[in-house]
């Protein structure tokens, strides 16, 4: 379909400020995906052209905070392999049940982060005595992430940063660069299937990569330089919102 300047001009625009909050705290689907099916995209060229997006934003920020040292892949090629998995999985179990009342749980888990770093997460700039070894995240936390991303998806950056936080004592800018590469993982996953079998809106993807790119590398450098100052409020205005966003759209109205 054809979309006017306009338009793909609004859409640079959505997917601009999408990629400054998705390096930040993730959730930026709550912008782009409602955009895209105002400029009239059937919902699954929408999910599609989506991907192809965010997945270019994931791959600008994870780049930026590998540049800087913040997350080395060598490092994480366990991790790496476990969420790969994780989402495969979870992408297959999605396809054999009904997951309408699962999804039910998702805004308590959302609206729990929030409150956490709203009420009770204090010094993220600092590191902690880890909880869990790096093989055992690897084995135990990684997959399960991989999972719900395969399986559902929205929150999965926040989650992983939480996780890393909680479980594996890392600052919040350490934890929020790992979820950057974690997340890229299970994206690229989603992108071969997308382009492969999917019905991607090229131009209107193509306009959007640019914003995405844009937009993820000023929210990363946000987040290299400004730590838990500005990764906290946004991380706590994103989870209310996903948590919203996902009641909005499964009650029966």
Request: glycine letters at 12%; aromatic letters at 12%.
């Amino acid at each position: 379909m054809e979309l006017s300047y306009e338009v793909l001009g609004l859409l640079f625009l959505a997917a601009l400020m999408a990629g400054w909050i998705d390096a930040i705290a993730g959730g930026g689907g709550l912008i782009t995906i409602p955009a895209l099916l105002l400029a009239g995209l059937p919902p699954a060229t929408a999910l599609a052209t989506n991907k192809l997006q965010s997945s270019s934003g994931t791959l600008t920020a994870a780049t930026y905070f590998i540049s800087r040292g913040m997350v080395s892949v060598r490092a994480n090629i366990l991790p790496i392999i476990a969420i790969s998995l994780g989402s495969i999985f979870g992408g297959w179990v999605l396809q054999q049940i009904n997951a309408e009342l699962l999804v039910l749980f998702i805004p308590l888990l959302l609206v729990s982060i929030g409150l956490y770093f709203l009420f009770f997460a204090r010094n993220l700039d600092e590191e902690r005595a880890p909880r869990m070894s790096a093989e055992r995240y690897a084995v135990t936390a990684a997959p399960a992430l991989g999972f719900y991303d395969g399986f559902f998806g929205p929150g999965t950056g926040s989650f992983s940063s939480t996780s890393l936080v909680l479980l594996r004592g890392m600052t919040i800018r350490n934890a929020t660069a790992h979820a950057k590469l974690f997340n890229l993982t299970s994206n690229l996953g989603a992108l071969f299937y997308f382009i492969l079998f999917g019905q991607i809106a090229w131009v209107a993807g193509g306009v959007m990569v640019l914003g995405q790119m844009a937009g993820a590398y000023l929210g990363a450098h946000f987040a290299f330089r400004g730590g838990a100052r500005i990764i906290r409020p946004v991380t706590v205005i994103v989870c209310f919102a996903m948590s919203l966003r996902v009641l909005i759209s499964v009650w029966p109205w």
